[in-house]
């Protein structure tokens, strides 16, 4: 098979919740450990990080990458969906998995998938521990793809975990309250295995501790250790703003930049600096040097798209990839720090999402132009109007997400800001991202 044959095979032959949605969820590890086993167990054969949350985790994974190659480490990443190509979710050093070893890799266990009848994403997971096993990475980040507890990835036991965030998304999956999610990603915890959670979260750190307590983990809230705050001065073209981080309340880095423009990272660096902390007590070597290089040129090091993407200005143009309620809202935040006359906001989602939720933080003053990104699960985009015509959100459906941003540009004015977001697959389909 060619790449793109290759490709059409993963994606219709084995279900892909990315695409579909929760027909291509699967829960149990069974499948996974299968697969393992005939591989030769290839999770036992490098270290890692594992990481689960639901927002963060992505930005937490790469900035943990980003270090850990600036001191000097063969570093495996594995991430999850990706943004344009399938081999973005599995890098080493920042360079993707080479397409000719996924179809020789394919071709070669393609009797394997059709016994055992693995989802699109046990595949993906066993792909990648083979990938990295074969590599001998010194280390890999391995960001979970759903959940925790029945995630595919959680077959490995990792040196640290990973806790970054809980917020409501993918409910019907992961259970309806706050502790009910929080003990699906707790389910990463291991017996032994220190675990690091970002953010204190009083409805759900006692969830932490009973499972920490259980597996006899020891348990590190990292916002008690460090703090990361933005100066107040920010630019008055992007809203940025230099970053100072302490800790236990001491000065610790000063001035620090960061290539993850957002503020929103401030959530995000406490729990990367603590199992930084964690990995260093093993015999992980990161000094403050590769921590500042590491922060500053995360997207150069390990090829990240689509957090606070500055694609264009005059008009600014920014897309971001916060796809639920409590992303969307801290995208939100950030974006009206920025100075601007008019907002036009490029929005899609998908069918499985809290909409209202997310609709409800959407600026009433702002022009909107809805779309659908070109995947079964996307939202219409007709539908998706319709209901922020219901909250007051006036604008126009488009029938692409091409047609949508290239209106957006042609309304705004140099003065002007457009956003596109709402959804990862939304901001995958802008070309401009790829080209910057």
């Known amino acids: 098979m060619s790449y793109q044959e290759t490709l059409t095979y993963l994606y219709e032959q084995l279900p892909m919740f ?39 985790k992505g930005s937490s994974s ?70 990295f096993a074969e590599q001998r990475v010194d280390i890999a980040i391995i960001e979970v793809g759903l959940g925790g507890r029945f995630d595919s990835t959680n077959i490995i036991t990792p040196l640290v975990s990973l806790i970054t965030n809980i917020s409501f998304d993918h409910q019907a999956l992961l259970g309806n309250t706050l502790p009910e999610i929080a003990a699906e990603k707790a389910g990463i915890i291991k017996s032994g295995v220190p675990v690091v959670v970002s953010q204190t979260q009083p409805e759900v750190a006692d969830v932490f501790r009973r499972e920490a307590t259980a ?20 630019s008055s073209e992007t809203g940025l703003r230099p970053l100072t981080i302490t800790q236990h309340g001491r000065p610790y880095l000063a ?13 995000n660096i406490p729990g990367v600096l603590a199992t930084l902390d964690e990995l260093r007590a093993l015999g992980f070597r990161s000094t403050e ?37 409590a992303g969307l809202g801290m995208v939100m935040e950030q974006l009206h720090r920025v100075p601007y ?15 209202a939720s997310m609709l409800a933080l959407l600026p009433a003053e702002g022009v909107f132009y809805f779309c659908a990104a070109n995947i079964p699960r996307a939202l219409p985009a007709a539908e998706l109007a319709q209901q922020a015509s219901e909250l007051g959100l006036k604008g126009q459906a488009y029938e692409s997400v091409a047609a949508a941003v290239a209106a957006a540009r ?23 991202l790829y080209s910057n």
């Not at 600014?316 to 639920?324: A, K, Q, R």
């Not at 002007?416 to 070309?431: K, L, N, R, Y």
């Open 341 to 355: 006359r008019r907002l036009h906001l490029v929005i899609g989602t998908v069918n499985d999402k809290d909409v």
């Open 62 to 131: 790469h900035l943990l990458a980003a270090v850990l190659q600036a001191a000097g480490y063969k570093v495996g990443l594995y991430t999850s969906p990706h943004l344009r190509e399938f081999t973005e979710r599995i890098r080493v050093n920042g360079q993707e998995l080479p397409a000719g070893y996924l179809v020789e890799w394919v071709e070669r266990w393609r009797p394997l998938f059709e016994q055992v009848q693995p989802s699109f994403f046990e595949m993906c997971v066993a792909l990648a521990f083979a990938y």
């Open 255 to 267: 001035n620090a930049e960061l290539g993850l423009p957002g503020d929103y990272q401030q959530f």
């Open 215 to 234: 597996k006899l983990a020891h348990l590190v809230f990292a916002d008690e250790v460090y703090q990361a705050t933005f100066s107040a001065e920010a």
């Open 18 to 56: 990315q695409r579909v949605g929760a027909a291509g969820f699967k829960k149990g590890l069974g499948n996974t450990l299968m697969l393992a086993e005939a591989l030769g167990n290839p999770e036992q054969k490098f270290r890692s990080v594992h990481v689960a949350g639901t927002n963060g």
């Open 289 to 325: 040097a590769a921590v500042r290089t590491g922060l500053r040129q995360v997207t150069q090091l390990t090829g990240l798209r689509g957090r606070w993407s500055i694609i264009g200005r005059r008009p600014l143009v920014v897309c971001d990839t916060g796809h639920n309620a």
């Open 410 to 432: 042609a309304a705004a004015s140099p003065e002007d800001a457009v956003f596109i977001g709402g959804s990862t697959f939304v901001v995958a389909e802008v070309e401009e």
